[in-house]
């Protein structure tokens, strides 16, 4: 398949690290609006315009990495052009843009996958696979705490930064582990100079009956993220105590406890974005089978609706219903 990448900062450039190393991608183009972060190694063409790169290259499938509030049009601009696409996250910074991403992608019959990498992570995917297994029993609660550094992109993004930016990828996975949220509490503290709330704690109660929070912030100067996740349930809990490093398995008994360590089986992922990189790689193969990716437009969308959901909660101080 011919690939491109669309926006090519930190991130764009990890995504073609990861499409060079696919067996069913060839890297075709990259594009940026600073021509000097598009130049794309020998084998690949640079554009600083994306209609352009898409009418000249026509690629199969486009990676967009361009900031949070620039990926609905180049998005809509490569489906209708027959490209699948992933996108990083959020998919868009409203909930109507998001939900036309969805539509267009369906009505092209393209993919479209928006990218909440952590499902890719050892220590996520491997509490998934025993949660699946019926190692904890039901699911009947989930707790997170997470913390990271301010990223410069979301300067000037709104006083919700947080949500959007960052804790759609822990929506993403509380839906993940305890299936469909249908309602959130919301508070919100610690406004800084720009009103951007740097804190956050989200309730949830899922469609199962089982309820969940996450509490996070921002804090300046962090390096990297911070985040664990104890997910309890009627026979157990997992607790992921490092994305990439240590998950450990409770049993009924506080003695009963496994411990499962990044392997060769899982690849070691030495750094939190090889989770980011493996994603990329599983939605070419995904492609290239002509099967959904694991994480959709759709999965998109909804975490854009519990967000909006979480913003209508802080601000009218209720508990919102989520249909
Ligand atoms: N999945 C993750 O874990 C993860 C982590 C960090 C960032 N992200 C997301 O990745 C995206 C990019 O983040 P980043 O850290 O690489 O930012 P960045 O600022 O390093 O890169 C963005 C690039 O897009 C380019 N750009 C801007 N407008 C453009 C346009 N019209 N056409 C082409 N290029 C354009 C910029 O020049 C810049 O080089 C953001 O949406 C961010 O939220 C995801």
Redesign the pocket.
Same mark, same amino acid.
């Given at each position: 398949m011919r690939v491109a990448v669309?926006?090519?900062?930190?991130?764009?450039?990890?995504h073609a690290d990861a499409i060079r190393q696919s067996a069913y991608a060839e890297l075709v183009a990259t594009?940026?609006? =600073?021509i000097t /972060?598009?130049v794309a190694g020998a084998s690949a063409r640079a554009y600083?315009?994306?209609a352009t790169l898409l009418e000249t290259e026509k690629p199969d499938v486009v990676t967009i990495?361009?900031?949070?509030h620039?990926?609905v049009e180049?998005t809509l601009l490569a489906l209708r052009a027959g490209c699948h696409v992933f996108c990083?996250?959020?998919l868009a910074m409203t909930l109507e843009e998001a939900r036309l991403m969805a539509e267009t992608a369906a009505e092209c019959g393209r993919f479209l996958a928006v =990218?909440?990498? /952590?499902r890719f992570s050892f220590g996520y995917g491997k509490a998934h696979q025993l949660v699946s297994e019926g190692r904890i029993g039901e699911p009947t609660h989930a707790v997170f705490r997470v913390t990271d550094g301010i990223?410069?992109?979301v300067k000037g993004r709104g006083v919700y930064a947080f949500l959007f930016?960052m804790l759609t990828?822990h929506i993403d996975l509380m839906r993940w582990f305890c299936g469909e949220i249908v309602s959130v509490y919301a508070l919100q503290s610690r406004p800084d100079d720009e009103g951007k709330f740097l804190d956050t704690v989200l309730s949830f109660e899922f469609a199962s009956g089982a309820i969940g929070s996450v509490v996070g912030g921002w804090r300046e100067g962090q390096t990297r993220t911070i985040e664990t996740l104890e997910i309890g349930g009627t026979q157990g809990a997992v607790i992921i105590e490092d994305v990439q490093k240590r998950v450990r398995l409770h049993g009924l008994s506080p003695d009963s406890v496994e411990e499962f360590q990044s392997d060769y089986f899982w690849g070691v992922q030495t750094e939190?974005?090889h989770?980011?990189d493996a994603h990329v790689l599983a939605f070419l193969e995904s492609v290239h089978k002509r099967e959904a990716p694991l994480v959709s437009g759709r999965d998109g969308v909804r975490g854009l609706e519990i967000v909006a959901a979480a913003i209508e909660s802080h601000r009218s101080g209720r508990r919102v219903t989520v249909s």
């Open positions: 669309i926006g090519s900062g930190f991130i764009g450039r990890r594009c940026d609006i =600073d /972060r598009a600083t315009d994306y990495a361009t900031p949070d620039l990926h180049p990083e996250k959020p =990218d909440y990498n /952590r990223p410069p992109f930016s990828h939190f974005y989770s980011l």
